[in-house]
């Protein structure tokens, strides 16, 4: 089988460029490029395999397709009868044709799946997955560490996984201490422990730290927590009592012992109630549903044979697509480029032999597909149907509840066209690391990937209007530009000080922007919040159980998460490179020393005085004073 080429070389191989600018995107516009020839346009296609791109008058992507033969596909748009109306609207909207070779329909897939992630096209189905998926981890260490993984695969460790959120991971991180009590510390604060840590008291590591297990009988239990992460609990049983025969053979009755209560503790944890397939494998099962006008995708993940948890998605423009046109579109935006497990369940969808094939090549290993399923595979099949339906009716509900806020709000504040929310707030301690947020609130819903921090520095520590008004400013000019939009409310987290700074920032700008605060009240209690609109002399007091006002809570509630989260982690990164500076006889060169020494910063605090003195070019005395900075700093 052919190695699929990587976007960048499948586009370097050739592309062909076709057709002229036509037809204006909006009616009435005028433009000066002539008109869309079709059929010089389907002359110049190439016989070949390969993506091609449908673009407006705009030079905007409406459509991104892949075919095994360009001329054959792109062709069939362009015929004078049997297309959707979907279809049609769009055709009448091309200007344009570009079309990429590749060297297979495979290939093909492969950079369809990337343009449309990076282009967006509004005639395509859209899946969008802004987290990445976690993982639990065993380490390629000597005494291996149990983790929690999200990012990057590393080789050198092993991963169990992927996992439908975080809650998953850590629950089968917990599950493998009680089991197997691997240890889940660092490894800075791994190699210089000079006693167990509580873990090992509550029985949840063995304290390889200080050397209670040999290298030998923990790689037995890794090996046990491997087999079990892998659903083969029957093995693992077997294995434990093979080994505590041959424990008590040897007369080793307390590793007899140890090894008698790891087996009591899986059966007890084998005879607890939760769902758990017949079959020891990695299985997704995915349902396409359609209800009440809304289409979701529903994934329910089953990792060595237990069900850990489902995830829903809502594509973009699947309205007039049929189910299977849907679930073979999150199958390739999904599982393109991020791992697959070995049987893949559907309902009555085959996936392509491209998809197929380059799933395959991807995973290194062959991709089951089970449609039309039967016995439990079908029990899971309906318990993702049903999970997707829940998931629609819960969007809708929350849709309609939000919507009503912000009518209510729209009601109060006189504001009848408000629909996108700006909100802004700064966080600091006594004016270090401030940080200013900007939350945005559209569509009926917190706009998360819209959200932006500013990293502000009022000439004078702690001057909130300072900070507030700068955090303005940089908004204003990218609103201006154009490199986001206008919205049609500002709100500020303040009174009428922070209202007029406001103003003026607009007033500067050019800006037409509704403008509000919310301050605290007379009393100052949270829920009871005076809503100050620019221009009126008296705040407008909305009561706590007022929808609009809970609207508003929401969104500042929000934008104060956003800004504190964000100070911390500034205000973190500023301490912890300045800790060491500020020690005296510690500079760059020694300060890089104990950081290398110790595998960081965390490392550097958990040892103790006679640890530091070991390092390079750290003194007794020198180490007695980093020990005693450190711990009084931490204090």
Request: proline share 5%; charged share 25%.
């Amino acid at each position: 089988m052919k190695k699929p080429l990587q976007p960048s070389e499948t586009e370097a191989r050739r592309q062909t460029l076709v057709g002229f600018a036509d037809t204006p995107f909006e009616k009435g516009a005028e433009t000066d490029a002539p008109p869309f020839d079709a059929k010089a346009m389907i002359a110049a296609l190439p016989q070949e395999p390969g993506v091609y791109r449908m673009l407006d008058a705009q030079e905007k992507t409406l459509y991104v397709g892949k075919a095994l033969n360009l001329k054959k596909r792109v062709t069939s748009y362009f015929q004078k009868s049997g297309l959707s109306p979907r279809i049609a609207i769009m055709v009448s909207q091309v200007a344009r044709v570009e079309t990429t070779v590749t060297r297979s329909e495979a290939e093909a897939l492969l950079l369809e799946n990337n343009l449309i992630k990076a282009l967006a096209p509004r005639y395509n189905i859209l899946f969008r997955d802004d987290k990445s998926y976690p993982y639990l981890c065993v380490s390629g260490d000597a005494f291996p560490q149990l983790r929690f993984h999200r990012g990057a695969l590393d080789k050198k460790h092993q991963y169990f996984g992927p996992f439908p959120n975080s809650g998953a991971v850590r629950e089968g991180v917990a599950m493998l201490q009680k089991l197997f009590q691997l240890r889940t510390c660092e490894n800075s604060v791994f190699a210089h422990r000079t006693r167990p840590c509580m873990l090992h008291q509550i029985e949840r590591c063995t304290a390889p730290c200080v050397g209670y297990i040999t290298e030998e009988i923990y790689a037995e239990d890794v090996r046990s927590a491997m087999l079990f992460l892998q659903g083969k609990v029957d093995d693992v049983r077997e294995q434990l009592q093979k080994q505590m025969e041959s424990a008590a053979a040897a007369l080793a009755f307390e590793q007899a012992a140890a090894l008698r209560d790891k087996w009591q503790r899986l059966q007890q944890l084998q005879s607890k109630q939760f769902v758990e397939s017949t079959t020891a494998r990695d299985v997704d099962v995915i349902a396409a549903v359609h209800d009440q006008g809304v289409t979701a995708v529903n994934v329910v993940m089953v990792r060595g044979g237990r069900h850990v948890g489902d995830r829903t998605f809502f594509p973009s423009h699947a309205a007039e697509r049929t189910l299977a046109e849907v679930a073979e579109a999150f199958l390739a935006q999904h599982y393109l480029e991020r791992p697959v497990p070995s049987l893949l369940v559907l309902d009555e969808v085959v996936p392509s032999e491209p998809l197929l094939e380059a799933l395959t090549a991807q995973a290194g290993r062959k991709i089951n597909v089970a449609s039309r399923p039967s016995g439990e595979r079908r029990v899971w099949l309906t318990m993702a149907a049903r999970n997707a339906k829940l998931a629609i009716a819960q969007q809708l509900a929350q849709k309609a509840t939000q919507q009503a806020r912000l009518s209510a709000l729209q009601e109060a504040l006189g504001l009848p066209d408000v629909q996108r929310i700006e909100c802004f707030d700064v966080s600091h301690t006594m004016g270090e690391a401030t940080v200013a947020s900007c939350v945005v609130f559209d569509k009926g819903a917190m706009q998360n990937n819209e959200y932006r921090r500013f990293n502000v520095a009022p000439t004078s520590g702690g001057d909130d209007y300072a900070a507030m008004q700068e955090a303005l400013r940089r908004r204003a000019a990218r609103i201006v530009t154009g490199e986001v939009p206008t919205p049609d409310l500002w709100v500020i987290d303040g009174g009428k000080g922070q209202l007029r700074l406001a103003a003026q920032v607009l007033e500067d700008d050019g800006l037409d922007i509704a403008l509000i605060g919310l301050a605290k009240g007379p009393e100052r209690k949270v829920g009871n919040e005076d809503v100050w609109r620019w221009g009126e002399e008296t705040p407008l007091r909305l009561a706590p159980e007022h929808a609009g006002f809970q609207l508003l809570h929401q969104i500042r509630d929000e934008a104060h998460r956003f800004a504190v989260q964000g100070h911390r982690a500034r205000r973190g990164k500023a301490r912890l490179a300045s800790s060491l500076q500020d020690i005296e006889g510690v500079g760059d060169k020694r300060r890089r020393a104990l950081l290398n020494h110790f595998g960081g910063l965390k490392g550097v605090r958990a040892a103790s005085a006679d640890d530091l003195a070991r390092a390079p070019g750290i003194s007794k005395a020198l180490a007695a004073r980093i020990y005693s900075a450190l711990h009084e700093s931490s204090a």
